[in-house]
């Protein structure tokens, strides 16, 4: 019987089908779930062949071998958490769950990135996140007067969609604050014009991969029309980035990093379901192969260990 993985997904594209070929290639059977589908039933009326109580379409029969999570869907603060109620689920039935959805809300939510990153000490921007629009006014004329410009970030967001630049005084009224919740940020000045960064794949204790992403403004993100370029990086740059999965507890990531001119590294975004299409394009390497690998592997170290237990 051949082992099978639920790739959790609402919209599998490229990335999809790299997991579906890797994953046949250890011999796994990939099935697309999405987290809208599923649901949990403790009422006893209905009877599930999987032995509990949690329904995942395509898996009535017997729970997945695995879970790798590609996408949650958003919505409602209510439909989110079910969602990761999902995932919390398969945890407890002790199937491995990557990235955990711990370490999804961990990364989704850039302010308890923020928190986790500086706990850690590892250099990440300064940062102030609340609600009280006075003590957020406050934060943002501090860094103006200090020489530096302010990002401000909706709280869950990706893809540098909805950033704002706050570069004097008068901007302050003016930019938009999401659901009432304000995520300010040093801007970090990387250059005169455009901005850029590094991407930084890790993928269990190693970098798999990097790149150079170059801006045509001041955000460099390639949804934004931002440039890949082929980037070998030194050894304070990759040990910033493990330390940074580290500190959030994932499997696998795509750590942002900027060098600001004085040339101090900061970590900028840890992202749990990071993209890998413009990591290839610059790089010699399959990355689905890599997750697939690592993957396999941690679900067999979870098998031992609750064998042993």
């Not at 939510?109 to 500086?118: E, P, R």
Request: with cysteine; glycine share 8%; hydrophobic share 40%.
């Amino acid at each position: 019987m051949s082992k099978r993985i639920a790739l959790v997904t609402d919209d599998p594209g490229w990335h999809g089908r790299e997991l579906h070929n890797a994953f046949a290639r250890k011999g796994y059977k990939c099935t697309n779930v999405s987290l809208t589908d599923c649901y949990i039933n403790v009422s006893g009326h209905e009877k599930n062949k999987n032995g509990s109580s949690l329904f995942i379409p395509g898996f009535e029969g017997a729970l997945p071998d695995g879970v790798f999570v590609r996408g949650v869907q958003g919505g409602t603060l209510e439909e989110v958490v079910f969602y990761l109620d999902v995932l919390h689920a398969l945890h407890e039935l002790k199937i491995l769950v990557y990235n955990s959805a711990r370490a999804i809300e961990r990364s989704v939510d850039k302010g308890m990135t923020s928190f986790l990153l500086d706990q850690a000490g590892i250099h990440t921007p300064p940062t102030w996140i609340g609600n009280d629009v006075h003590q957020a006014y406050s934060f943002i004329r501090r860094e103006l007067a200090m020489g530096n410009k302010v990002v401000a970030k909706p709280l869950f967001g990706s893809q540098g969609k909805d950033l704002q630049l706050i570069c004097k005084p008068e901007d302050i009224t003016n930019f938009k604050v999401y659901n009432k919740i304000y995520y300010l940020q040093r801007f970090i000045q990387t250059g005169d014009e455009s901005a850029f960064d590094w991407r930084i794949f890790v993928i269990g204790d190693r970098v798999i991969a990097s790149m150079r992403r170059e801006g045509m403004d001041w955000i460099s993100n390639v949804a934004n029309g931002g440039k890949c370029y082929s980037a070998v990086i030194n050894d304070q740059f990759a040990e910033m980035a493990k330390d940074a999965v580290q500190a959030v507890d994932m499997h696998y990531a795509g750590v942002d990093v900027m060098q600001d001119l004085d040339g101090k590294l900061w970590v900028t975004e840890v992202n749990s379901i990071p993209a890998w299409k413009g990591l290839e394009s610059v790089n010699n390497l399959v990355v689905a192969d890599r997750l697939a690998e690592d993957f396999v592997n941690c679900m067999q170290t979870q098998a031992d260990l609750t064998v042993a237990n």
